[in-house]
C-alpha cells in the first residue's frame, strides 16, 4: 500500500499538523480541567503519552520546513535570530499567562475560602514570598502547574537556534541529540526550580521528541515512505498493543472504583513511566501514533476541510493564543463544575469552553492578517498618478 502522505511535496502546507496540534491543544484544555468526565475519552486514557507529547514532536516537525528553508535561504544567522524572536514572543506569552492565572487562582482562593487551590497548582509559594516567587518566575525557576510547557519550548527552541546547521546532516542531529537524551536520563541531568526538585519537563530530555520532527518535517515525503512504508501487519499489531495498553491503563486508574484491581506487577510498570523525563516509552508510542495517523490520513483528506475539522485546523495555526486561552478557561471550568453536577454542566462545560477557544482563535488569525496586510508595503505610485 502506498503511503497517502505523499500526494503532495514538502513545499505545500500539510494542514494534518495544523488539525492535530489543534486536536491536542483541545485535549490539554479538557485534560486541566480536574473533574472534567471527558479526559476519559482523550489520549493519555489510551496510550502511553498525551497531547503533549503530539504537541512538541507536530512543533518540531513545523520549526524544521520554516526555520530550515530560512537557513538556507538566509543563513544561520538570521534563521537563529527569528528563532530567538520566537522564543522572546513565548517568554513574553509564559509571563503574562502566570500573571493572569496567579491573579485567577489567587481571587479565587480568597472568594471562596478555597486555600486549597493555592496548593493543589502549587501556587502558594506566590502566596507565601509574592516578590521573590515573580522573580522567579521571571528566571523560568518557578513554574506552577499548567505553566510548565512554554518554559519547556523555549530551552528547546534555544538547544535547536545552536543546532539548526545540523539539520542539513540530520544523522548527526538525531545522534547527538539521542547522546543528551540517554546522558540526561542516566545522569539526572536537568534545570534547577526555586522550589526544588528542577523542572517538571525536562528539556534536555524531551528536545529529542522536537529534533525526530525537525528530521521528519526535513525529510522527502517520498523517501519517508520508501524508509517508513504501510505495513498491514505491523499496522493490526501496533493497534492491538494500544489497545492492551488502554486496557491496563484504565484498570489501574480506574478499576478501583469498578471495584476491579490490577496486578502489582503492572500498576508498578506502569508507574515507572515518567512523562518529566520522557520515558522511552512514551517516546515509542508517540511516534507509533505518528506512523498510524501518517498513513491513515491522507495528506490531500478532503474531510479535513469541512467545518468541524477546519475549526481543529485553524486552532492549531494560532496554537499560542489558543493555549494561553485554554489554561485560563481551564481553571473557570473547574469552578463551574464544582458548583453545578450532572450530564448538563459537563456538556455545558465543554461546549462553552469548545466555542471559546474557536473565537480566540478566530480573532487571533483575524488579527494576524490584518497586522500582515497593514505591515506589507504598498507599491511605488507610477509616474503621472495622484496617491490619496
Known amino acids: 500500500?502506498?503511503?497517502?502522505?505523499?500526494?503532495?511535496?514538502?513545499?505545500?502546507?500539510?494542514?494534518?499538523?495544523?488539525?492535530?496540534?489543534?486536536?491536542?491543544?483541545?485535549?490539554?484544555?479538557?485534560?486541566?480541567?480536574?473533574?472534567?468526565?471527558?479526559?476519559?475519552?482523550?489520549?493519555?486514557?489510551?496510550?502511553?503519552?498525551?497531547?503533549?507529547?503530539?504537541?512538541?514532536?507536530?512543533?518540531?516537525?513545523?520549526?524544521?520546513?520554516?526555520?530550515?528553508?530560512?537557513?538556507?535561504?538566509?543563513?544561520?544567522?538570521?534563521?537563529?535570530?527569528?528563532?530567538?524572536?520566537?522564543?522572546?514572543?513565548l517568554y513574553v506569552a509564559h509571563i503574562f499567562l502566570f500573571v493572569v492565572f496567579a491573579a485567577?487562582?489567587?481571587?479565587?482562593a480568597a472568594a471562596l475560602n478555597q486555600a486549597a487551590y493555592l496548593d493543589e497548582l502549587h501556587l502558594d509559594p506566590f502566596g507565601q514570598e509574592p516578590y521573590r516567587a515573580l522573580l522567579e518566575a521571571l528566571l523560568l525557576r518557578y513554574q506552577p502547574h499548567f505553566l510548565d510547557i512554554l518554559p519547556l519550548y523555549i530551552v528547546v527552541l534555544g538547544l535547536f537556534a545552536l543546532a539548526l546547521p545540523l539539520i542539513r546532516r540530520p544523522?548527526?542531529?538525531?545522534?547527538?541529540?539521542?547522546?543528551?537524551?540517554?546522558?540526561?536520563?542516566?545522569?539526572?541531568?536537568?534545570?534547577?526550580?526555586?522550589?526544588?526538585?528542577?523542572?517538571?519537563?525536562?528539556p534536555f530530555a524531551w528536545q529529542l521528541l522536537f529534533a525526530i520532527g525537525v528530521v521528519l518535517g526535513r525529510a522527502d515525503p517520498a523517501m519517508l515512505a520508501r524508509r517508513l512504508p504501510w505495513n498491514r501487519g505491523l499496522a493490526v499489531l501496533a493497534g492491538l498493543l494500544l489497545l492492551a495498553i488502554a486496557l491496563a491503563l484504565n484498570l489501574v486508574w480506574h478499576g478501583p472504583v469498578l471495584g476491579t484491581y490490577a496486578p502489582e506487577w503492572m500498576a508498578a510498570a506502569i508507574a515507572t513511566v515518567d512523562k518529566a523525563g520522557l520515558h522511552p516509552a512514551r517516546l515509542a508510542s508517540v511516534l507509533l501514533l505518528g506512523w498510524l495517523v501518517a498513513h491513515l490520513i491522507p495528506r490531500d483528506a478532503a474531510w479535513l476541510s469541512h467545518p468541524l475539522p477546519a475549526v481543529f485546523v485553524m486552532m492549531g495555526q494560532q496554537g499560542l493564543a489558543v493555549f494561553c486561552a485554554g489554561?485560563?478557561?481551564?481553571?473557570?471550568?473547574?469552578?463551574?463544575?464544582?458548583?453545578a453536577y450532572g450530564p448538563a454542566a459537563q456538556a455545558l462545560v465543554n461546549l462553552v469552553g469548545l466555542l471559546a477557544l474557536i473565537g480566540v482563535a478566530v480573532v487571533s488569525a483575524w488579527y494576524g492578517g490584518e497586522g500582515k496586510r497593514a505591515r506589507k508595503p504598498s507599491l511605488p505610485a507610477a509616474p503621472g498618478t495622484v496617491t490619496p
Request: hydrophobic share 55%; aromatic share 12%.
Open 104 to 108: 485567577q487562582v489567587g481571587f479565587s
Open 327 to 339: 489554561i485560563f478557561l481551564s481553571f473557570l471550568g473547574r469552578l463551574a463544575l464544582e458548583m
Open 171 to 202: 544523522a548527526w542531529l538525531l545522534g547527538m541529540s539521542v547522546a543528551l537524551y540517554a546522558l540526561t536520563r542516566a545522569l539526572g541531568i536537568g534545570l534547577p526550580s526555586w522550589t526544588g526538585g528542577g523542572w517538571f519537563f525536562n
Open 1 to 89: 500500500m502506498k503511503s497517502p502522505s505523499v500526494a503532495a511535496g514538502p513545499s505545500t502546507r500539510d494542514i494534518r499538523v495544523d488539525f492535530l496540534r489543534g486536536l491536542a491543544l483541545w485535549f490539554i484544555f479538557i485534560t486541566h480541567t480536574p473533574g472534567n468526565l471527558l479526559a476519559h475519552a482523550t489520549l493519555r486514557n489510551v496510550a502511553l503519552c498525551d497531547a503533549t507529547e503530539v504537541f512538541v514532536l507536530l512543533a518540531g516537525y513545523a520549526a524544521g520546513i520554516a526555520y530550515g528553508r530560512m537557513l538556507e535561504r538566509d543563513g544561520w544567522l538570521t534563521a537563529a535570530a527569528r528563532i530567538v524572536g520566537r522564543m522572546g514572543t
